[in-house]
């Protein structure tokens, strides 16, 4: 038995009638991640340990934070959220893997003062079990709709890991903002200590989280392995499926992803966003799908809502090697890129961030 999802029906629509794309800032060092401030602030996370930030359209020369990370492979500065209260808080959530070995992955918090680190802010939140490699770091993070953080971490190259409930590797986790366990956890009877926080399992790689702002949905880009690249809509207490399977399952005892493409098509799923903003329905034709992207492909391509399994591939993004994307309050879709498909950063491509304003009915 195969997904309606997995044989959904490609339109592809021209490029130019799509979107169209400005740049906003560029000579960025192998980017990962960013989030999108109430303010108007982006926050960069480069895989070397600097947090960037943009304000009115500059990058700003100076760091926001600089964390001493192990930025080998896949390994570094991964993962930032905003605070839902932050023009209070001026807080920030960071996923990233601590100078030392073993390596570990780190959630912690910092706040800000203006546009650089408020002294002795920083907090560890949560370490995790350690890596045996340097691959599937994970470092995806969003806030649900209790306002805990969801952080999805990779098997860290060890796939037995992302099943069993002894480890954090391979799992979605939710921790609350102060460091605590939501008691609402779906397996608060099954584990212990750091690994109460698990509320899914069977990842392999989850790069990219999104909560939809006004459902709540979790949907969740996890990157494949020799098969398939999974769009998985996540509940409490799931089993993705990883390393026993990917792709679409006929076990009930397995969620099915919500969408699923072979290496025909892509190599490696990355970013991810619903096209939904807090408060106010985004235009149609778009509204409440899921834009996303493949790291080697480079184009935009959009899953439209509810179990019709319809894709679109709307053509190329403006930079190769897109990593991450978000919607900002009016509708536009940010889209952060490597500058070229390398992972090591070796070639010297420089990053870029890109704002793409959707053409709508």
């Not at 408060?279 to 149609?284: A, I, K």
Request: some cysteine; glycine content about 12%.
């Amino acid at each position: 038995m195969i997904s309606a999802a997995l044989l959904a029906a490609v339109v592809t629509a021209s490029p130019a009638t799509a979107f169209t794309s400005s740049r906003v800032v560029s000579g960025l060092t192998r980017p990962v991640a960013f989030a999108l401030a109430p303010d108007g602030r982006v926050f960069i996370c480069e895989q070397g340990g600097a947090l960037r930030v943009v304000r009115d359209g500059r990058l700003l020369a100076r760091a926001a934070v600089h964390v001493h990370v192990e930025d080998s492979g896949e390994q570094g500065l991964l993962g930032v959220a905003v605070d839902r209260d932050f023009t209070r808080t001026q807080r920030l959530f960071l996923v990233y893997t601590p100078l030392g070995r073993p390596v570990h992955v780190v959630v912690a918090s910092v706040e800000l003062s203006g546009d650089t680190l408020r002294p002795g802010s920083r907090r560890e939140l949560f370490r995790s079990d350690a890596m045996i490699g340097t691959v599937h770091a994970g470092g995806s993070v969003a806030l649900d709709a209790t306002g805990h953080l969801l952080v999805g971490l990779g098997d860290g190259d060890d796939e037995r890991a992302a099943s069993s409930l002894h480890s954090s590797l391979g799992k979605i986790l939710r921790i609350a903002r102060d460091g605590g366990v939501p008691l609402d956890n779906p397996f608060l009877s099954f584990t212990d200590g750091p690994h109460r926080a698990i509320w899914a399992r069977g990842l392999r790689n989850p790069f990219a989280i999104g909560v939809h702002p006004r459902t709540g949905r979790v949907r969740v880009n996890d990157v494949g392995h020799q098969r398939f690249e999974e769009i998985d809509d996540v509940q409490a207490g799931d089993h993705l499926g990883w390393p026993l399977f990917e792709g679409p399952s006929i076990h009930p005892e397995y969620r099915t992803p919500r969408h699923a493409y072979d290496h025909a098509s892509g190599c490696s799923i990355t970013g991810g966003a619903f096209y939904a903003a807090p408060g106010r329905e985004l235009p149609l034709p778009w509204r409440d799908g899921w834009f996303f992207t493949d790291f080697c492909q480079g184009d935009l391509r959009w899953l439209a809502p509810g179990d019709s399994g319809r894709l679109e591939r709307l053509g190329a993004l403006p930079a190769p090697g897109p990593v991450a994307m978000a919607v900002d309050a009016r509708g536009a879709l940010w889209v952060l890129a490597r500058g070229a498909v390398d992972v090591s950063g070796a070639g010297g491509a420089t990053g870029v961030l890109d704002r793409l304003e959707l053409r709508h009915q």
